[in-house]
């Protein structure tokens, strides 16, 4: 942390900003003013790239989040899809004696030395969405993400119950995979949950290939599945941009998409739940959307004012996600011990989601 000098230097700078400065949240001014008066943190945040529109809103939310109005001066770096460029970033934060960093990872692996030089510097990590496969734990401070193994266990559960609903036998599914960036942890978690269902109920998983979670590289590897494999009828992909790339291919094949694998149809399934989806979900050119909420800003900012204050923060934070169908032939889907409601999307819906 800094000294004392410091903070009353930062402090007297951002009360002068407060007049200028505004935060897009609706956090109550007198709460704004007494916490600028105690504090001024400085956050480096590495951010993976702009492959989605998951990650666009990602970044809108941490920086909205950490906005000088809320007290926060935040040095923000997109990393291209690059894990080099984060590790560089992270160096020029420690560099800048940051208060915090907040890494999100574009893989699990790789993160023992940077994060060790960061531990070095006296400055907490805070790891987001995806997670750090490391030596020891003890190189982060907390982590905020999804459970993304849950999401493809949600997604599967309910393409059992819906294509049993419809009188589909499990071997007259032939799917394929769009798999997300190869390493990242929710790409891990989602495809392992397809694999190990496809390996229980008797699905044919025909293939699987990584779009890179983004609409071109999605519509190419479509393609050449496509090219492959003639009686594709469920297309799993692992992010929302995936589904569209893959929804683009399917249309120039001449193939349609839609809900009825008995009438030919190519069923999407998507995670993500962007607007976008969700409009595609509500024509039915989307079976299911799993949502992965990309609004981490708020938590991540809890955590660090909870250690400000040397409170204890819980090492793993979870953020709660939905599934949402375009109707309700399946009410809901348990997965281990929970029972997830399946929300039936609709414009009223479609019209109040943020991102
Ligand atoms: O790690 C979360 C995934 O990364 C989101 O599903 C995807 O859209 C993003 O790029």
Avoid at 152 to 173: F, P, V
Wanted: hydrophobic share 40%; net charge negative; aromatic share 6%.
């Amino acid at each position: 942390m800094k000294k004392a000098a410091i903070i009353i230097s930062r402090t007297i700078i951002v009360l002068s900003m407060l007049a200028l400065a505004g935060c897009s949240g609706n956090t109550d001014r007198s709460e704004q003013r007494e916490h600028l008066v105690s504090h001024q943190l400085t956050i480096g945040f590495s951010q993976v790239g702009s492959e989605s529109d998951w990650r666009v809103a990602n970044t809108k939310s941490m920086k909205d989040t950490f906005c000088a109005a809320n007290g926060y001066t935040l040095i923000f770096d997109d990393a291209q899809q690059k894990q080099e460029k984060q590790i560089t970033a992270i160096r020029n934060f420690i560099q800048q004696e940051v208060d915090y960093i907040i890494l999100a990872p574009v893989t699990e692996g790789g993160w023992d030395t940077v994060l060790q030089e960061a531990k070095d510097a006296g400055i907490p990590v805070i790891i987001v969405d995806r997670m750090v496969d490391v030596s020891n734990d003890n190189l982060y401070t907390a982590w905020v993400g999804s459970d993304f193994r849950r999401e493809g266990e949600k997604a599967c559960k309910w393409l059992r119950s819906y294509t049993r609903a419809m009188g589909i036998k499990a071997k007259e599914l032939h799917i394929v995979n769009i798999q997300g960036t190869i390493g990242a942890t929710s790409q891990i978690g989602r495809t392992e949950a397809l694999e190990s269902a496809a390996k229980k109920y008797g699905w044919d998983l025909l293939a699987s290939a990584s779009g890179d979670y983004a609409r071109t590289k999605s519509k190419e590897v479509m393609e050449s599945m496509l090219k492959a494999h003639g009686n594709i009828n469920v297309v799993y992909c692992e992010n929302d941009n995936e589904a569209f790339g893959a929804i683009e291919a399917l249309r120039q094949a001449d193939k349609s998409v839609g809900l009825n694998i008995r009438a030919g149809e190519t069923l999407v399934l998507s995670f993500d739940g962007t607007t976008a989806a969700l409009e595609h979900l509500l024509k039915g050119e989307i079976g299911l959307v799993t949502e992965c909420n990309p609004l981490q800003g708020p938590a991540v900012r809890k955590i660090i004012e909870t250690l400000e204050k040397e409170g204890a923060v819980p090492k793993q934070t979870y953020i709660n996600e939905k599934v949402f169908a375009h109707d309700d032939t399946v009410e809901s889907v348990m997965v281990h011990d929970t029972q997830y409601d399946i929300t039936v999307v609709s414009q009223k819906l479609i019209d109040k989601r943020k991102y």
